[in-house]
């Protein structure tokens, strides 16, 4: 079953030079129309962009479902809406968005969801990082939100804090 994602886990992942775990843990990624443009065409000439538009394992996938994508659209932008709806075409095992909205939305429809911290946390588990508190650092230079509270939540059940 495939994988979908929205952009900022990729662009997150990109900026600290982790996007190549998705491909280690999914093998394939796809993405919708909106996700590519958000990532790689409005991320201009980044390191970032150019490491998304680079990675062959991401695939992009036109959305059928214009109807369910304008309704999201009420609640959500338009990359996490054809996210949303790709994850539900593709009858995908996961997406990955970091958005609360997005994140309750797409659970309400039925889906699997984890984000950035979810693979960095499976990273860490599965011994691919040694140290979740330096990711988490790189995450927060990049612009990454992430409450204190949630900080030391993560730390803890990664057995670093």
């Known amino acids: 079953m495939p994988m979908v994602s929205n ?12 996007l190549e775990l998705l491909r280690e843990f999914f093998g394939e990624v796809l ?3 909106a996700v590519y443009r958000e990532c790689v065409i409005e991320g201009g000439g980044s390191e970032d962009a150019q490491a998304i538009k680079n990675a062959e394992w991401i695939k992009v996938e036109k959305i059928t479902d214009e109807r369910l994508k304008r309704s999201l659209m009420i609640e959500l932008d338009e990359g996490e809406s ?3 709806v790709l994850a539900l075409e593709k009858d995908a095992e996961l ?6 909205d997005g994140r ?20 860490k588990f599965t011994g691919k990082i040694t ?3 330096d990711e988490l650092e790189k995450l927060k230079a ?20």
């Open 7 to 18: 952009s900022t886990p990729l662009i997150h992942l990109a900026k600290i030079g982790r």
């Open 31 to 33: 993405i919708p129309e």
């Open 82 to 84: 054809e996210a949303i």
């Open 95 to 100: 997406i990955l968005i970091d958005d609360y």
């Open 104 to 123: 309750e939305i797409a659970r309400a429809l039925g889906l699997r969801v984890a984000g950035t911290l979810g693979v960095l946390l499976k990273a």
């Open 131 to 133: 140290s979740l508190r």
């Open 142 to 161: 990049t612009g990454f939100w992430l409450s204190e509270r949630l900080y030391e939540k993560i730390l803890r059940e990664a057995g670093e804090l």
